[in-house]
Every structure is written in structure tokens, then in C-alpha cells.
Antibody, heavy 122, light 111 residues
Framework: QITLKESGPTLVKPTQTLTLTCTFSGFSLSTDEMGVGWIRQPPGKALEWLAVTFWDDDKRHSPSLKSRLTITKYTSKNQVVLTMTNMDPVDTATYYC??????????????WGQGTLVTVSS | QSVLTQPPSVSGAPGQRVTISCTGTNSNIGAGYDVHWYQQLPGTAPKLVIYGDNSRPSGVPDRFSGSKSGTAASLAITGLQAEDEGSYYCQSFDHSLSAWVFGGGTKVTAL
């Protein structure tokens, strides 16, 4: 059974750096085709992909947020950490950790964590 | 403004067939990238219901089906049930943006 769980602050101040940790079980990030990523959803709005790290050490970040994002994997600990700098109120959203699978060159998001609501406010 | 375009809402009577469209461009769906669909029930995380244009993960009822043609894809729910009410999102890859992209979401209501 694959599970993912997000942890981190629920409230951050503008200009601060957000650090979120995803702790997962049921698969290994050293297994072919596997990846772990982050997707967010502002209240009442659509999903937005942020970043993903793969089994082969490849990492991708959303081009629109690339300068603010860092994704790091700790394979032996089954954890992936996302940092986002210079937080703004528009970054208020539920942040989801997701397990991805890449088959024949296409990546899909198979399993999702429950999500964590992060509010940016002074 | 989402890269993939979906209707904001669709509705149908229980037992009816409803379809949700997802329109892209030659940089994403039209370039041949697979389309995946996610169901988000109220207050819950999204769940994958269709992958690779038309395949269902284990445990997803066969009343859910997907198709793709040209720069568009669609999700059909045959025999709509009250438990299907929620929002549905399409997702693909855009090579011009070098990003995985989502549609704006469609809210499905069983009348």
C-alpha cells in the first residue's frame, strides 16, 4: 500500500521561505519509473504542478516558479523536501505530495497525499 | 488561465452519460502526449481515474472511460451516480512550457 504524507508549517509570513517534507511508504525512489513531486491548489482553484524528482536523479521545476523552488530527495529516508522562497499571499494553497510513475516517456501522478493547507499572511 | 481548457460544469440525471472535454494545443495533447484524468471529491485529495488517454487504474469502475483525438480529450461517465459528484481535472505535458499542465477543472453534478 502506497501512502504519502505532507508535513510543515500551516502559516508563513510574506517573504519567508516555506519548507515542506513528504514522507512516503510502499515504494522506493530508487526503483525505475518512480518519482515524487508537489502539486498545489489555491482555495477554490485548479491544480498547479510545482516540481518532481525522479528515480534517475532527474529533477524538474515549474518554469514559472523555478527561481523560487528547490526539490531534494532523501532516498534512504523515504523523504522528499520542497523549499519555496519569498512566499507571498498568492501562494496560499493546499500543497499535495504525489507519487509519479513514468512509463514510455509519459508521467502520471498515481498516488496523492492528503494535502496540507499553507496560509501566507503577516 | 489554464493551459488545458475544460467546461466549468456539467450535470446529468443519475444513470445518464456525461462527458467532459479537455482542449489543448499542438504543444501538449496535439503533440501526442498522454492525457490523464483525476477525480476530486469534496474535501478530499485528487485521485487518478484514467491514465494514458483511456486506461483505468485498478479499482476504478468501468463506467469511467477516456478518449483522445487531435488536440482534445474527453472523459465519459456512463451511468452517473451521486457518488461521482465532484471536480474532474485533465492533465498532460506541454513541451513548449516544459511543464506538466492541468485543466481548470469541471464540476460534475448529479441532478
Amino acid at each position: 500500500q502506497i501512502t504519502l504524507k505532507e508535513s510543515g508549517p500551516t502559516l508563513v509570513k510574506p517573504t519567508q521561505t516555506l519548507t515542506l517534507t513528504c514522507t512516503f511508504s510502499g515504494f522506493s525512489l530508487s526503483t525505475d519509473e518512480m518519482g515524487v513531486g508537489w502539486i498545489r491548489q489555491p482555495p477554490g482553484k485548479a491544480l498547479e504542478w510545482l516540481a518532481v524528482t525522479f528515480w534517475d536523479d532527474d529533477k524538474r521545476h515549474s518554469p514559472s516558479l523555478k527561481s523560487r523552488l528547490t526539490i531534494t530527495k532523501y532516498t534512504s529516508k523515504n523523504q522528499v523536501v520542497l523549499t519555496m522562497t519569498n512566499m507571498d499571499p498568492v501562494d496560499t494553497a493546499t500543497y499535495y505530495c504525489v507519487q509519479s510513475r513514468t512509463v514510455s516517456g509519459t508521467t502520471r501522478f498515481d498516488h496523492w497525499g492528503q494535502g496540507t493547507l499553507v496560509t501566507v499572511s503577516s | 488561465q489554464s493551459v488545458l481548457t475544460q467546461p466549468p460544469s456539467v450535470s446529468g440525471a443519475p444513470g445518464q452519460r456525461v462527458t467532459i472535454s479537455c482542449t489543448g494545443t499542438n504543444s501538449n495533447i496535439g503533440a501526442g502526449y498522454d492525457v490523464h484524468w483525476y477525480q476530486q471529491l469534496p474535501g478530499t485529495a485528487p485521485k487518478l481515474v484514467i491514465y494514458g488517454d483511456n486506461s483505468r487504474p485498478s479499482g476504478v469502475p468501468d463506467r469511467f472511460s477516456g478518449s483522445k483525438s487531435g488536440t482534445a480529450a474527453s472523459l465519459a461517465i456512463t451511468g452517473l451516480q451521486a457518488e461521482d459528484e465532484g471536480s474532474y481535472y485533465c492533465q498532460s505535458f506541454d513541451h513548449s512550457l516544459s511543464a506538466w499542465v492541468f485543466g481548470g477543472g469541471t464540476k460534475v453534478t448529479a441532478l
